[in-house]
C-alpha cells in the first residue's frame, strides 16, 4: 500500500491543477465566488491533511519507542476547517459559503480516488 508521505505528495500535485482550474474558472466565468470559495476550501483542507500526515508520523514513533500516544489534533483540523468557513461567512462577497465547505473536502475525495486507481492497478 502506499504510504501516507506518498499519497500527500500526490495530493499536493492534485491541489495544483485544481487550483489551477479555480483561478481559471475565478477569472473567466461568472462565478468567481463559487471558484474562489473551493479554492480556499481546498487549501485548508490540504492544510487538515497535512496537519494529520504529521500527526500520524508522530503517533507511529511514539507505538515503536513505546511512549505515551499522543493524539491525532483533531481540534486543530477543526479549528481550521472552522476558520475557513468564518472567512466564507465573513466575505461573502469573495468566497461562496457551500464552496468552501465542498473544498474542505476535496482532499479526501483525492484520497479515496487515490486508492481505488492504486487497487485497480495492482489487482
Not at 499536493?12 to 476550501?41: E, H, M, P
Not at 492544510?47 to 504529521?54: A, D, G, K, P, T
Not at 491525532?72 to 468566497?95: E, H, N
Not at 468552501?100 to 487515490?114: H, R
Request: glycine share 8%.
Amino acid at each position: 500500500m502506499l504510504d501516507l508521505h506518498h499519497i500527500f505528495a500526490m495530493q499536493k500535485k492534485a491541489l495544483f491543477f485544481l487550483l489551477a482550474l479555480c483561478a481559471l474558472g475565478w477569472g473567466f466565468t461568472a462565478y468567481s465566488t463559487v471558484f474562489a470559495g473551493i479554492a480556499v476550501g481546498a487549501c485548508f483542507g490540504t492544510y487538515n491533511f497535512w496537519i494529520l500526515v504529521r500527526r500520524m508520523d508522530k503517533f507511529d514513533r511514539s507505538i515503536s519507542e513505546g511512549k505515551k500516544v499522543v493524539s491525532l489534533g483533531s481540534a486543530l483540523r477543526f479549528g481550521s476547517g472552522i476558520a475557513a468557513v468564518a472567512i466564507a461567512i465573513t466575505l461573502p462577497q469573495y468566497f461562496h459559503t457551500i464552496s468552501t465547505i465542498i473544498g474542505l473536502m476535496i482532499p479526501y475525495v483525492f484520497l479515496v480516488v487515490g486508492v481505488i486507481v492504486y487497487l485497480i492497478r495492482n489487482n
